[in-house]
C-alpha cells in the first residue's frame, strides 16, 4: 500500500500493517486502535516526511522492519503503552519516542539510526539502493519459529536475500550465501556431497598436488554450493654424504658413530627442508714413538 499527501489522520489499525509505504502525510499518520488484549504489528512500512506524531501508540505495538524518516527535528512517536522496536532504522533513535501515561519503550536488537539512502525519492521510489545500511539488516526470524532466514523463504527477500528494513526491498539475487548457516544447520534432513564421494560434513582431504574440491549441500528446500582449494607448497630436500675424522657437530648434536642422520629445517615458503646426512666416521690413528730417548749429540770424527 502507498499512502502519499493526505491531511490529517491516514490510518487506524487494530491487528497488524504491513508493506506500507507513506509519505507526506499529515499528523498522527499511523494511529494504534487495538483492543488493549493483544500486541499489534507494524512491518516492513516506512514513514517518510510526514507531519508531527506520524506515529500514535495507545496500545501494546511491534515494529519491525520499519524505517521512520521525520520531516522536522522536533517531530516524534507518541506513547502511552509499550512499543517493542527491533532491526529498525528511525531517524532521531530513541529520542524521538515521547512516553506518555503508560508509556514503555523497548529498545530491541538491530535497531540503527542512519540515512537509509533511496533509489529515487525526487520521483517517489522510496526502496533501497544496494549497499544501504537497511539492506540485509531486518529480522532474521521475523516469523519468530527459528529457523535460519537462509533457510525460510519467510524470512527473505523475493530475490533470496535477507529482508531489508521498509518498504520494498533492494534487488540483488538471485544471491547464494556461502556462509550460511545451512552448511552447519543441525538437521538430519542436510545432505552433503563432495566432488570426492564422501557425504559427511567436513572432509580431511592430504593431497600431494593443489587440488580444489567442491561441495553441494541441500536441505530439502534450497541447495549451495562451494569450493575450497588446498594448495600444496613444495618441500626441499638435501642429501650430504661426507666422511670426517672422530666426530662432527649436526643438527646441535656431536656425533661419533657412523650412520644417517636427520635435521628439519624451513624453507623459503615454510615447508620442511629435510637435510640427510650420509656419515662416515673415521679413527684417527695413534703415533707410538716408544718410550722418550736420552738427547743425542753431536758426533764429531
Known amino acids: 500500500m502507498y499512502l502519499f499527501s493526505n491531511s490529517g489522520s491516514t490510518i487506524a ?12 502525510n499529515g499528523s498522527r499518520t499511523l494511529q494504534s486502535l487495538g483492543d488493549g488484549n493483544n500486541t499489534s504489528t507494524v512491518r516492513n512500512v516506512s514513514l517518510i516526511n510526514n507531519g508531527s506524531e506520524p506515529l500514535y501508540i495507545t496500545n501494546n505495538i511491534e515494529l519491525n522492519n520499519v524505517n521512520i524518516v521525520f520531516k522536522t527535528a522536533g517531530q516524534g512517536i507518541s506513547v502511552y503503552d509499550t512499543v517493542a522496536v527491533k532491526y529498525c532504522n528511525i531517524n532521531g533513535g530513541q529520542n524521538r ?6 508509556g514503555y519503550l523497548e529498545w530491541g536488537l538491530g535497531n540503527i539510526d542512519l540515512a537509509p539512502q533511496f533509489t529515487d525519492s525526487a520521483n517517489g521510489n522510496y526502496t533501497l539502493v544496494p549497499g544501504s545500511p537497511g539492506v540485509d539488516a531486518g ?22 536475500t535477507r529482508m531489508d ?13 556461502f556462509s550460511s548457516p545451512i552448511i552447519s544447520y543441525s538437521s538430519n534432513d542436510v545432505t552433503y556431497a563432495w566432488s570426492t564421494g564422501e ?19 541441500n536441505n530439502g528446500i534450497n541447495s549451495c554450493q562451494d569450493s575450497v582449494t588446498v594448495t600444496v607448497l613444495p618441500t626441499s630436500a ?11 657437530l649436526f643438527a646441535g648434536n656431536n656425533i661419533t658413530t657412523s650412520g644417517t642422520y636427520y635435521d628439519t629445517l624451513s ?14 666416521i673415521n679413527t684417527s690413528p695413534t703415533v707410538d714413538l716408544g718410550n722418550d730417548t736420552n738427547p743425542l749429540c753431536q758426533y764429531n770424527n
Open 13 to 24: 489499525w487494530a491487528k497488524s500493517l504491513q508493506n506500507c509505504l507513506l509519505v507526506n
Open 97 to 102: 519516542f515521547n512516553l506518555g501515561t503508560n
Open 139 to 160: 529480522n532474521p526470524d521475523l516469523n519468530g519459529n527459528g529457523i535460519p532466514w537462509q533457510n525460510d523463504p519467510e524470512d527473505q527477500d523475493p530475490d533470496g
Open 165 to 177: 528494513m521498509g518498504y520494498g526491498y533492494a534487488a540483488q539475487g538471485p544471491v547464494v550465501n
Open 199 to 217: 557425504t559427511t560434513a567436513t572432509i580431511n582431504p592430504t593431497p600431494t598436488v593443489t587440488t580444489t574440491y567442491y561441495v553441494t549441500v
Open 238 to 248: 638435501l642429501t650430504i654424504d661426507t666422511a670426517v675424522c672422530d666426530s662432527m
Open 267 to 280: 624453507n623459503a615458503v615454510g615447508c620442511d627442508s629435510i637435510v640427510t646426512l650420509n656419515l662416515t
